[in-house]
């Protein structure tokens, strides 16, 4: 156990596993903190994920290339999280009803689709996926360039998004604007922010994002689609965000620890063949639930999560 | 024109149901069948074939305990999205009970076993609800990663520890013939279960009705304050609430392993916690209603395999018209009466209306 440590190979093949099982979370969370600091509870982005996965899966097999398949994931996430945002924020439904139907509208809409259009072969599928694209120079630094500068063109996509959407929600008259309507509504309302306009464009981004986790479960990890292949991984993203305090780079560090945790069960399976695997598997999701009873101090969500904005309400 | 439109609105789930078969219509087309044809087959053979009923009743068992998982909860505000995982725990200590409690007379080891299963269920639902209560955890977050957890411990179970030696596929071994649950329709599967289901949910909607503890939680589901300064704890009736409700959940789990399957399967539930969220929207948190909402539910799970074999459509289509079924009952929640546009134009509308009748004093300068 403790030798994956000491040994530099197999530390930078833990760490280099360890992100890429961050990465389809981190997107999510992501998207689960845009739309959140807008005031719109996601529930949903299991649901946007794996339609984000099958829309990758359909792109990359009608067009042969990796990169429509991001292009049509990322719609599908899009579409999936228009449902959040037409019934959560237009006909103030509530947020979490809504997020909880397109989780199930999305399980079943998928698995039903996927045998539409893939047939009995979904399961033996082998997608043209991203390949690793290695940075060249910092590629060579030992242990961190592989595990960082080795990646794929999704990885690097992350890596930009993260310090970008933490740039434009701290930095930026935007992200005041977004944190405003998530806190109070009304008061960035009498300031003349679109309250509405803004949850919308929210909400469709953090569903793009979503989505993009999706596909790189199908484009960088598995090249197939499978029935309810997010199994779980947008609820870890939500714990994520919490985790993370609603702060784009605070998620990346949670996402980063549920990665380093999902990796290490990896490797426990493998070194322990004689213990069932269920034990490791399970690990990932008691660290969520463990890491969400022990945050330090409570965590305060933005005021107006889940509240729909009315402007003659009282 | 208020009072119809309120009648129609009584019906919102049964117009929820209609769209999503519409909706589903295309999809059938989309897979290349005819939609009326598939549908004819299915609810002919859900609810008109003696064998087809006894499949639906089947089902029915584990459906109207989950929905009744997710509708005391709701009550109080609470969502419980985790009864996948205590249908799963449930099973497990039954299916402990069953196996492994000392010799007794049937009826009273299927007592045991059940009872045993409620605890399964009520103590994984009791984590989240005191992590909600006393710690002010999401449950809806805790509960739904606890259902991967519970999954994964069953698993854990039938492919180490419980497994039967010479299984093929990960199951324990088979629990005693005594605790064989009673056939209600004889040459089927249908089995006491879902005689239970109904009972529970017939008394569960007599303690919302007239008992104190259904009025406690509506009162904290509505407004929590008020129900503190009323000399309510919260806390207590929402720990409650989860604790009804994973016995529910619990007994869904295990009467499908004492009523159907015999033994404790891994992966053994094709997602009927999440089909009670279903149920429970479509009925509107009403525990009668919840029993129809699961027949309908039950109708459609056996009648896609009918489907399937008849006209060839795949059975997963059922599962998208589910999930369409709760989008448009959520979306029949925005057209709530006296809360949205639309009830406001109404009742200018009617303001007005009468504003126009002679003799209100509408006609006259005040």
């Known amino acids: 156990m403790i030798e994956i440590f000491l040994d530099p190979q197999l530390l930078t093949d833990f760490l280099r596993t360890s992100l890429r099982l961050a990465v389809p979370i981190t997107f999510a969370a992501v998207g689960g903190v845009l739309s959140e600091r807008s005031g719109v509870y996601n529930i949903g982005l299991e649901g946007m994920m794996l339609a984000g996965a099958f829309g990758a899966a359909v792109g990359a097999f009608f067009f042969g290339t990796p990169f429509a398949g991001v292009v049509t994931g990322a719609m599908c996430g899009m579409l999936a999280a228009l449902i959040l945002a037409v019934l959560g924020v237009s006909l103030g439904v509530n947020q979490i009803v809504t997020g909880i139907a397109i989780n199930l509208l999305v399980l079943g809409l998928t698995s039903f689709l ?37 990646q794929d063109a999704l990885v690097y996509a992350m890596y930009g998004l993260v310090p970008m959407m933490y740039y434009i929600m701290f930095k930026t008259p ?26 919308y464009a929210c909400v469709l981004g953090s569903g793009v994002f979503a989505g993009l986790g999706g596909c790189f479960l199908v484009l960088s990890q598995v090249f197939l689609f499978s029935e309810n292949m997010s199994a779980g991984k947008g609820f870890i993203a939500l714990a994520a965000v919490i985790l993370g305090r609603w702060n784009p780079i605070g998620a990346l560090l949670a996402c980063l620890l549920f990665g380093f945790f999902d990796s290490l069960q990896l490797r426990l399976q493998f070194l322990n063949p004689d213990v069932p695997h269920e034990i490791f598997v399970a690990l990932p999701y008691m660290v969520s639930i463990l890491a969400l009873v022990g945050l330090v101090g409570r965590p305060t969500p933005p005021a107006a999560a889940g509240i729909p904005y009315r402007r003659e309400a009282k | 024109m208020l009072g119809a439109i309120r009648f129609l609105y009584m019906f919102k789930s049964v117009w929820a149901v209609v769209a999503a078969l519409i909706v589903g219509s295309f999809l059938i087309k989309l897979a290349g069948s005819d939609p009326i044809e598939a549908y004819v087959a299915l609810f002919k053979g859900a609810f008109t074939e003696y064998y087809g009923v006894g499949s639906t009743l ?46 007794m007379p049937g009826w009273l080891h299927i007592l045991a076993a059940s009872l045993s299963g409620m605890i399964g269920g009520a103590f994984w639902a009791l984590i989240p609800a005191i992590l909600k209560a006393y710690y002010r955890v999401n449950e809806i977050i805790v509960t739904l990663l606890m259902n991967y957890v519970a999954i994964n411990i069953v698993s854990y179970a039938v492919s180490g520890p419980m ?67 009323a000399g309510v704890s919260v806390r207590r009736t929402i720990v409650l609430a989860f604790v009804v409700a994973g016995a529910m959940g619990g007994l869904a789990g295990t009467y499908e392993v004492l009523g159907l399957k015999y033994r404790l399967f891994h992966h053994f539930s094709p997602g009927y916690g999440y089909d009670g969220i279903v149920i429970t929207f479509l009925a509107g948190a009403n525990p009668l209603f919840v029993v129809i909402a699961a027949t309908f539910l039950a109708g459609l799970r056996s009648g896609a395999g009918i489907m399937q074999r008849a006209v060839g459509v795949d059975a997963t289509v059922i599962e998208a018209i589910q999930g369409l079924v709760v989008i448009f009952v959520a979306m029949g929640l925005a057209f709530r009466f006296d809360r949205t546009y639309w009830a406001k134009f109404l009742h200018t509308r009617r303001a007005a209306d009468r504003g126009l009748a002679p003799g209100s004093g509408g006609d006259k300068p005040p």
């Open chain 2, 163 to 229: 497994m039967a030696p010479d299984a093929p596929y990960p199951y324990s071994h088979e629990i005693p013939e005594a605790l064989f649950l009673p056939h209600v329709l004889p040459r089927t599967d249908a089995h006491l279960g879902v005689v239970i289901g109904i009972v529970l949910a017939i008394v569960i909607f007599a303690v919302f009705r007239y008992g104190t503890f259904g009025f406690t939680l509506s009162t904290v589901g509505k407004n929590a304050r008020a129900a503190e300064y």
């Open chain 2, 58 to 103: 089947v089902k029915m068992s584990p459906l109207v305990l989950a929905g009744l998982a997710v509708t005391v909860p709701l009550r109080a505000g609470q969502f419980n999205i985790g009864v996948e995982g205590q249908i799963y725990m449930g099973a497990l200590f039954a299916t402990l009970a069953a196996l492994y409690l000392p010799a």
């Open chain 1, 114 to 150: 996927s045998r539409v259009v893939f047939g009995a072969q979904a399961n033996t599928l082998d997608l043209e996926g991203f390949r690793p694209l290695a940075i060249p120079v910092l590629v060579s630094i030992p242990v961190i360039g592989p595990v960082f500068f080795g």
């Open chain 1, 174 to 199: 935007w992200g005041l604007n977004i944190r405003a309507v998530g806190e109070n509504p009304r008061a960035a309302d009498t300031a003349g922010v679109p309250v509405n306009l803004v949850r």
